[in-house]
């Protein structure tokens, strides 16, 4: 019990002992299980929650949670009506945190979203500058429909999603952990649009599709909208919580060849790579590095989800069409073709599958 | 299989330092060795039935060609030995890690990478809460693992193949237990039959006839053309059209034609086309030879007229005609297409068991008596040595009746002549069979022609003001978007198309 390392443990055992089970006084064995247990106890606790007002969407609810247990944003695209509003206020009940939304319009300003400072009076009659914070100040930030407002305000969200941080009038403003931003978005087709800039969008951890309900689940959505009252959704999880959970996250091994696995699929979809003749033909820009550390953080949540303490790569697998879909960039002639980014990159990881 | 393939650097990586690994990972690195152990034995079957391959095909070979059995069996097995000590040696270099067996005992089980991690952990001796719980989930999953089953000793998929080369190579040692090397009976008995003439003769008149032949004549030709026109001699052209004959023969005999047509020929000329007569004669009763033989035959008579008028009249054209026509007259620069050509036909004599200088002199002998003997019995080489000696005559008038009767004597060029054919069709078509390749110009003084130079200076232009606007059918009709191609039309219609739902 004297080594460094074991020391180290023993802190990281007190830290989850503290968060999960309350107690210090178990013993290092029983303490390995708890943070664990607890870990997927809540997160089976969270999707009940969730569905008791989402019906389906699973794989939309799973990428939520990656995102969220990852310290990442998600950007969730899909036509009007399907819930996503839904999902992200149904979140935000089920985690305890603070939640604030923004209806994204076109005359909508960046001060409408980082806040302003405004010209106080105080009892001495004197005038003051003082920081209203804006909407962005929260827990859980529902930004909802942001493509629809311009460019100029959504680049307002840059800073704050990136560094976790907002600066006004040369005053940096810390935004609280945790910070995370659910943004939807219709499709890019819809008149009355700004598609994101690429910068934007690579911020983004996971881009979600939301398809449409297949038909058990609107005869399921009927029934418990239209009789009745709708069921009340718990706090199962709370912000420290998450926190201690995002560090666990970080600690779950990876294997060598799995890394790599993630790393081979990111240059294959750089056109000026020699990995794929696919990317050559129809990208015209590649992932960022931010879309392999996307793959690994995100398997490393997923692994956790499914029970297992080490990434594999029918992880990487599962995060790909999320993790690198708005991170690539295609061509001329992949849109005259009528390639979509998940097609492209569907072939090409059979293409490295298949070395 | 999702990650790098066998045998890649990354899954190579050595294990600890110390070489041991902890001592509760005891069965699953018990489990790694006995994959790799079995990866091991696989790969080394592999190597070892594919070097057998390699093996049986060899003494096949040997069984089919060789006499001597004995000794072909004792080195294969050599050979087989030394394949299995290196094929051991080889799937023991070549064998994986204990990181790559757990990586492939991980696929084979659809354990999501455990085995995998833990070995890969377990080497690098990193070890927090997180590691412990990976290690204890692995060695749970292992426990519902067997290996045994998974990674079975299997044959080979290369092991049909190598079992049907070695039943192959069963029969060929069965059967020259009684006989000999059947390639080599094969080609004996394929040698003494007229096979061998029957395939190759076509190739040699290929040879003779084909574009080599051509491209090695052509220059030759206009060399002769310069020559001829600097000694005043009539040029390639006018021998393609050479005068008429003046007086039309019997039609009996074409080389009579040449000879009447000739008034100034002399009587070396006669006796090389009765020469020729005879030896197109002997050609066609001599019925036993073969078709190619008999071309032989044919030429080596031409080839005895260029010499015997290289000794007698050494100023006659013939020697010329032998350098443009025969294979050997071109003062050594035989092309490789005449070479070729010249072994072939020594080969077919010597299979056939006849002497290609002797053959056509034989019939000459018997045929024209006494004036024959001594000029028939040179061989073709002496004959192209014969026309080397010749040179230019400068009677041209007199030349060419004397190269259109040694032609159709000899029956040079490639269809045969017919004693019916009339003497005129003989005599142009063997004065054409010189230079077949030349077609004479209609306009050959485009150089003198000059091109009308325009002169250019300054000047007032005068541009057409009116009817000056576009024409409106070109934008109302649409006619311009049919250049547009297809795919770009349908890009831009499903673009309105989304943008209208």
């Given at each position: 019990?004297?080594?460094?390392?074991?020391?180290?443990?023993?802190?990281?055992?007190?830290?989850?002992?503290?968060?999960?089970?309350?107690?210090?006084?178990?013993?290092?064995?029983?303490?390995?299980?708890?943070?664990?247990?607890?870990?997927?106890?809540?997160?089976?606790?969270?999707?009940?929650?969730?569905?008791?007002?989402?019906?389906?969407?699973?794989?939309?609810?799973?990428?939520?949670?990656?995102?969220?247990?990852?310290?990442?944003?998600?950007?969730?695209?899909?036509?009007p009506g399907l819930g996503k509003t839904m999902l992200v206020r149904t979140l935000a009940k089920a985690v305890a945190l603070k939640y604030s939304r923004i209806q994204f319009t076109p005359d909508l300003m960046p001060a409408d979203v980082i806040g302003t400072a405004i010209i106080q009076e105080n009892g001495d009659g004197r005038k003051s500058l003082d920081f209203q914070p804006g909407p962005i100040f929260a827990n859980l930030l529902l930004a909802d429909e942001i493509n629809r407002a311009t460019p100029k305000t959504q680049s307002a969200l840059l800073e704050a999603m990136q560094e976790n941080q907002v600066t006004v009038a040369?005053?940096?403003?810390?935004?609280?952990?945790?910070?995370?931003?659910?943004?939807?978005?219709?499709?890019?087709?819809?008149?009355?649009?700004?598609?994101?800039?690429?910068?934007?969008?690579?911020?983004?951890?996971?881009?979600?599709?939301?398809?449409?309900?297949?038909?058990?689940?609107?005869?399921?959505?009927?029934?418990?909208?239209?009789?009745?009252?709708?069921?009340?959704?718990?706090?199962?999880?709370?912000?420290?919580?998450?926190?201690?959970?995002?560090?666990?996250?970080?600690?779950?091994?990876?294997?060598?060849?799995?890394?790599?696995?993630?790393?081979?699929?990111?240059?294959?979809?750089?056109?000026?790579?020699?990995?794929?003749?696919?990317?050559?033909?129809?990208?015209?820009?590649?992932?960022?590095?931010?879309?392999?550390?996307?793959?690994?953080?995100?398997?490393?949540?997923?692994?956790?989800?499914?029970?297992?303490?080490?990434?594999?790569?029918?992880?990487?697998?599962?995060?790909?069409?999320?993790?690198?879909?708005?991170?690539?960039?295609?061509?001329?002639?992949?849109?005259?073709?009528?390639?979509?980014?998940?097609?492209?990159?569907?072939?090409?990881?059979?293409?490295?599958?298949?070395? | 299989?999702?990650?790098?393939?066998?045998?890649?650097?990354?899954?190579?990586?050595?294990?600890?330092?110390?070489?041991?690994?902890?001592?509760?990972?005891?069965?699953?690195?018990?489990?790694?060795?006995?994959?790799?152990?079995?990866?091991?034995?696989?790969?080394?079957?592999?190597?070892?039935?594919?070097?057998?391959?390699?093996?049986?095909?060899?003494?096949?070979?040997?069984?089919?060609?060789?006499?001597?059995?004995?000794?072909?069996?004792?080195?294969?097995?050599?050979?087989?030995?030394?394949?299995?000590?290196?094929?051991?040696?080889?799937?023991?270099?070549?064998?994986?890690?204990?990181?790559?067996?757990?990586?492939?005992?991980?696929?084979?089980?659809?354990?999501?990478?455990?085995?995998?991690?833990?070995?890969?952990?377990?080497?690098?001796?990193?070890?927090?809460?997180?590691?412990?719980?990976?290690?204890?989930?692995?060695?749970?999953?292992?426990?519902?693992?067997?290996?045994?089953?998974?990674?079975?000793?299997?044959?080979?998929?290369?092991?049909?193949?190598?079992?049907?080369?070695?039943?192959?190579?069963?029969?060929?040692?069965?059967?020259?237990?009684?006989?000999?090397?059947?390639?080599?009976?094969?080609?004996?008995?394929?040698?003494?039959?007229?096979?061998?003439?029957?395939?190759?003769?076509?190739?040699?008149?290929?040879i003779e006839n084909g574009p080599l032949n051509v491209l090695d004549r052509q220059p030759k030709l206009d060399v002769l053309d310069e020559e001829a026109a600097a000694a005043g001699a009539p040029t390639q052209d006018e021998k393609t059209n050479p005068s008429p004959p003046v007086g039309q023969p019997d039609g009996e005999n074409p080389n009579g034609a040449g000879q009447q047509n000739s008034p100034g020929l002399s009587p070396t000329d006669s006796k090389d086309s009765q020469h020729a007569t005879q030896a197109q004669n002997q050609t066609q009763s001599n019925g036993n030879l073969s078709p190619d033989s008999q071309q032989q035959?044919?030429?080596?008579?031409?080839?005895?007229?260029?010499?015997?008028?290289?000794?007698?009249?050494?100023?006659?054209?013939?020697?010329?005609?032998?350098?443009?026509?025969?294979?050997?007259?071109?003062?050594?620069?035989?092309?490789?297409?005449?070479?070729?050509?010249?072994?072939?036909?020594?080969?077919?004599?010597?299979?056939?068991?006849?002497?290609?200088?002797?053959?056509?002199?034989?019939?000459?002998?018997?045929?024209?008596?006494?004036?024959?003997?001594?000029?028939?019995?040179?061989?073709?080489?002496?004959?192209?040595?014969?026309?080397?000696?010749?040179?230019?005559?400068?009677?041209?008038?007199?030349?060419?009746?004397?190269?259109?009767?040694?032609?159709?004597?000899?029956?040079?060029?490639?269809?045969?002549?017919?004693?019916?054919?009339?003497?005129?069709?003989?005599?142009?078509?063997?004065?054409?069979?010189?230079?077949?390749?030349?077609?004479?110009?209609?306009?050959?003084?485009?150089?003198?022609?000059?091109?009308?130079?325009?002169?250019?200076?300054?000047?007032?232009?005068?541009?057409?003001?009116?009817?000056?606007?576009?024409?409106?059918?070109?934008?109302?009709?649409?006619?311009?978007?049919?250049?547009?191609?297809?795919?770009?039309?349908?890009?831009?219609?499903?673009?309105?198309?989304?943008?209208?739902?």
């Open positions: 019990m004297n080594l460094p390392e074991q020391g180290a443990v023993a802190r990281k055992k007190d830290e989850f002992v503290t968060e999960f089970a309350g107690t210090e006084s178990e013993k290092m064995d029983h303490t390995l299980e708890q943070p664990i247990e607890s870990l997927a106890e809540k997160i089976v606790e969270v999707r009940r929650e969730i569905s008791k007002a989402i019906v389906g969407q699973g794989e939309v609810v799973e990428g939520v949670l990656v995102a969220l247990l990852a310290g990442g944003h998600v950007l969730l695209e899909g036509v040369r005053a940096t403003h810390v935004l609280e952990e945790p910070f995370f931003v659910m943004a939807t978005q219709n499709p890019l087709e819809m008149e009355g649009t700004y598609p994101l800039p690429e910068a934007q969008l690579d911020r983004f951890l996971l881009k979600l599709r939301v398809p449409f309900p297949s038909r058990e689940e609107l005869h399921e959505i009927l029934d418990r909208t239209t009789q009745g009252e709708g069921e009340v959704v718990r706090h199962v999880l709370n912000g420290p919580q998450i926190l201690a959970i995002r560090r666990m996250v970080r600690m779950v091994p990876v294997a060598p060849h799995v890394q790599d696995y993630a790393v081979r699929l990111v240059l294959a979809t750089h056109p000026e790579g020699k990995e794929n003749s696919l990317a050559a033909k129809y990208i015209r820009y590649g992932s960022s590095p931010r879309g392999a550390q996307t793959l690994i953080l995100g398997g490393k949540v997923r692994a956790l989800l499914e029970g297992r303490f080490n990434v594999s790569s029918e992880d990487v697998r599962a995060l790909l069409l999320p993790a690198l879909r708005h991170r690539i960039i295609l061509n001329f002639e992949a849109h005259a073709d009528g390639r979509a980014p998940d097609d492209l990159l569907q072939e090409i990881m059979g293409t490295i599958r298949s070395n | 299989m999702s990650g790098p393939p066998n045998g890649h650097p990354i899954l190579e990586k050595s294990g600890p330092k110390d070489g041991r690994y902890p001592e509760e990972l005891r069965g699953l690195i018990a489990e790694a060795t006995f994959v790799r152990r079995r990866v091991q034995a696989n790969r080394y079957l592999a190597y070892w039935l594919a070097s057998w391959n390699w093996i049986l095909g060899t003494l096949i070979l040997a069984a089919a060609f060789s006499h001597h059995m004995r000794g072909a069996a004792i080195l294969a097995a050599i050979c087989g030995a030394i394949s299995a000590l290196a094929s051991f040696v080889l799937a023991r270099r070549k064998g994986p890690s204990f990181y790559a067996a757990a990586y492939q005992l991980d696929a084979a089980a659809g354990l999501q990478d455990r085995l995998s991690t833990t070995v890969h952990l377990a080497a690098t001796a990193e070890t927090n809460w997180m590691v412990l719980h990976q290690r204890r989930d692995a060695l749970a999953r292992l426990k519902q693992v067997n290996a045994h089953e998974l990674f079975p000793l299997q044959m080979p998929p290369n092991a049909r193949r190598t079992a049907a080369i070695a039943l192959v190579a069963l029969g060929f040692f069965a059967y020259r237990i009684k006989y000999g090397p059947p390639v080599l009976t094969l080609i004996q008995k394929t040698a003494e039959t007229h096979l061998v003439s029957a395939v190759i003769s076509p190739l040699a008149r290929l035959n044919q030429e080596n008579s031409t080839s005895d007229q260029n010499s015997q008028k290289g000794a007698s009249d050494g100023k006659t054209p013939s020697g010329n005609q032998a350098q443009a026509n025969g294979p050997g007259s071109n003062g050594g620069q035989q092309s490789l297409g005449q070479k070729l050509m010249q072994a072939l036909k020594d080969m077919m004599g010597s299979m056939t068991g006849q002497d290609a200088s002797q053959s056509p002199s034989q019939p000459s002998q018997e045929t024209q008596g006494p004036s024959a003997p001594g000029q028939g019995g040179q061989s073709a080489e002496s004959a192209a040595k014969g026309g080397q000696q010749g040179t230019l005559s400068n009677d041209p008038a007199k030349n060419a009746p004397e190269k259109s009767g040694q032609h159709s004597g000899a029956g040079n060029g490639t269809q045969p002549l017919s004693a019916k054919q009339p003497g005129q069709d003989a005599a142009q078509q063997n004065s054409s069979n010189l230079v077949p390749e030349r077609v004479q110009l209609d306009a050959s003084d485009y150089r003198v022609q000059t091109r009308p130079r325009e002169m250019v200076g300054p000047g007032n232009a005068e541009v057409p003001l009116t009817n000056a606007s576009a024409l409106g059918s070109a934008t109302t009709n649409g006619a311009e978007q049919e250049n547009i191609p297809l795919r770009y039309r349908q890009y831009v219609q499903r673009y309105f198309d989304q943008g209208q739902k």
